[in-house]
């Protein structure tokens, strides 16, 4: 049977796999399992009762959920009466949240639990086409989503033949979803996705999973692309899906489940090897000595036995000795880690990939569904420091700027009621400008570079990519985030935000005392640190990318203070903007930074 709708995976799993266990949650503590049958069931009653409702094709309903079976039910139950499903970010803000409320043309909006409803219900109440408003958790005085569950049970009999005939006039090219991708610049863009730009990629990608897959944790947000499209693949592929209790349960759903797979952003991968530093620090003696060594080593790993004979029987030893205490960690029968979302440091696929817990990074964007290419789990298809092979089904090409450039049936209809906007996307020879650097090598090994809008000129006339700089400097332990900047200066210089979990620990190790943030990072023992962190770190860099400058800011960045992205991307215009002053200070443009935080005085170069 070929995929090329999303119900589709849910008749052809109902039809050959017949699954005890589809879909899975932890709920206070303890797992609630729904099977194939009960999955199956949950989606056709939301159908029968968005029937009764009225609810038709191209209507548009819109979600603000965590990761839950409920979720996948609406989503299969929209998708199999043509319905448009608008899975939002619920950690954005309440202005954003009211500008997709209204562009989306939503009907019915569906919110996970009171806090979202309290939130969003004044919004929608200004909003005319909004009809409803109800939740997934019991609320109380909210209308629950169940109310429509039952009415679709109760009719049934009334719409049992009718669904069938709207699924198979269903085309693979119906609109299925619109995403508003994050931005890190000006409004979100509604980007418009079939259910085959969807089902392309889950057919194209499924090469990626090794044998023996059947348990797979997911926690990043199912309303971003990546996320949603690995919930589709590991689902066509007759895989159980754990939906983690949240993201500080992680460690614990893994080891319960026993999972053999999941997927993550860079992010949690570079703090969970933070992690598994500290507790290395911790040991003493002989068992440290060897811990580093074990880690030094996997920090050196080559793929195809590169490294030679000597090096794979000391890497067989810090296994023995080391590594599986890593992989027990993640619940010891992890198989396959996917990267998405940002670039992930070459050194954690390497050293995860040494410690028997393979790392794949791959690259695409919301507009494409979102996979470009992926790495694959052996040789030459795998390659450290790259994306990986483009999809055989995706045409890629680099223009003479170095854009990557993309066509496909993953490629999206356009921006939803952005028709110039889509114009500037896709020029007329069909081509997706995906405003990011690259390169291709033999097997279509895509590298990426950087974004194309971000690179800068120095008034030397060398070119920075900030990201590139931004993700060295983000392997140290003391930095969460930095954003890097310069264009037309004479040199780079940074604004940080500290890892303060890290940096509260260091302080009481060497007893600095200090009753807040503001003061912390006007500390001179504090400063003097992170110097010294600058100054290693910039012997890795040319010297024109060299952070010759820069300033500690006592806030933590994020999504919900506005300096991230949901995707945890930086938002650098609204960052430029915001510590104008102090990038001012740090260029001698001001004699005093004016700032309420405290600004580091760098030394003069």
């Given amino acids: 049977m070929k995929l090329e709708r999303n119900f589709d995976i849910l008749d052809y799993n109902a039809l050959e796999n017949k699954l005890e266990i589809a879909l899975s949650i932890s709920r206070n503590g303890q797992w609630e399992n729904f099977s194939i049958k009960e999955y199956k069931e949950m989606a056709d009653n939301f159908s029968y009762g968005l029937l009764e409702l009225g609810f038709k094709k191209g209507d548009k309903i819109l979600t603000i959920s965590n990761n839950r079976p409920e979720w996948n039910f609406v989503d299969m139950g929209l998708g199999q009466i043509g319905c448009v499903h608008v899975p939002v970010y619920p950690n954005i803000s309440t202005d954003e949240h009211a500008y997709i409320l ?53 009719n049934k009999s009334k719409y049992e033949a009718e669904l069938q ?13 619109i995403i508003y991708t994050s931005g890190t610049t000006g409004r979100s863009k509604g ?22 897959c059947e348990r797979f944790l997911s926690f990043l947000p199912l309303c971003h692309v990546f996320e949603r499209m690995v919930n589709y693949l590991i689902q066509a592929r007759g895989v159980a899906v754990y939906y983690a209790e949240n993201m500080d349960s992680i460690g614990k759903n893994l080891n319960e489940i026993h999972a053999h ?58 296994n023995k ?61 795998l390659r450290f420091g790259t994306v990986g092979p483009v999809l055989d089904n995706v045409e890629v090409k680099i223009a003479e700027d170095g854009e990557i450039l993309m066509k496909g049936p993953s490629l999206m209809q356009g921006y939803y009621k952005d028709p110039e906007r889509t114009l500037e996307a896709i020029d007329k020879d069909g081509w997706f400008h995906t405003g990011d650097i690259g390169e291709l090598s033999d097997h279509r090994i895509l590298k990426i570079t950087d974004r194309k809008k971000e690179i800068f000129k120095l008034s030397t006339g060398k070119y920075v990519a900030p990201q590139v700089v931004e993700n060295i ?7 969460e985030q930095l954003l890097v900047v310069g264009e037309s200066e004479k040199f780079a210089a940074a604004i940080i935000s500290p890892s303060f979990h890290y940096l509260h620990g260091w302080c009481f190790k060497n007893n600095i005392k200090f009753r807040g943030n503001v003061e912390l990072v006007n500390n001179p023992k504090v400063i003097k640190r992170y110097q010294e962190e600058i100054d290693r770190i910039n012997m890795k860099l040319g010297k024109h990318e060299q952070i010759i400058k820069f300033s500690l800011t006592c806030k933590e960045w994020g999504p919900e203070t506005g300096e991230l992205s949901p995707t ?8 430029k903007k915001v510590y104008k002053v102090k990038l001012d200070f740090l260029y001698g443009y001001t004699v005093d930074c004016g700032d309420l935080e405290v600004v580091q005085k760098p030394k003069e170069d």
């Fill in 102 to 154: 209204e562009h989306s043309d939503a009907r019915l909006v569906i919110l996970s639990s009171k806090e979202h409803y309290e939130n969003i219900k004044p919004l929608g109440a200004k909003i005319s086409k909004i009809e409803k408003i109800c939740t997934f958790d019991n609320v109380e005085r909210a209308p629950n989503w169940m109310e429509i569950i039952e009415l679709g049970k109760a």
């Fill in 165 to 177: 005939k709207i699924k198979d006039s269903i085309s693979k090219d119906d609109l299925l979803s």
């Fill in 191 to 212: 980007v418009m996705l079939t259910h085959y730009n969807f089902m392309s990629n889950v057919e194209y990608s499924q090469s990626i999973l090794p044998d023996g």
């Fill in 261 to 318: 797979g999941f997927a993550a952003v860079p992010r949690v991968l570079e703090k969970l090897y933070d992690k598994i530093l500290l507790k290395g620090k911790e040991l003493k003696g002989v068992k440290r000595s060897i811990f580093f060594w074990a880690v030094n080593l996997g920090l050196r790993y080559e793929l195809n036995n590169a490294n030679g004979y000597w090096y794979e029987l000391q890497l067989k030893l810090a």
């Fill in 321 to 381: 000795l080391v590594f599986n205490k890593w992989r027990e960690a993640l619940g010891g029968e992890v198989k396959i880690v996917v990267s998405g979302g940002a670039a992930l440091q070459p050194r954690l696929a390497r050293i995860f990939t040494a410690a028997g817990i393979p790392l794949l990074e791959g690259y695409g964007l919301t507009e494409t569904s979102p996979v470009i290419s992926v790495n694959h789990i052996n040789y030459p298809l």
């Fill in 473 to 479: 400097f983000k392997e140290s332990p003391l930095i």
């Fill in 568 to 575: 945890l991307k930086l938002k650098r215009n609204l960052l």
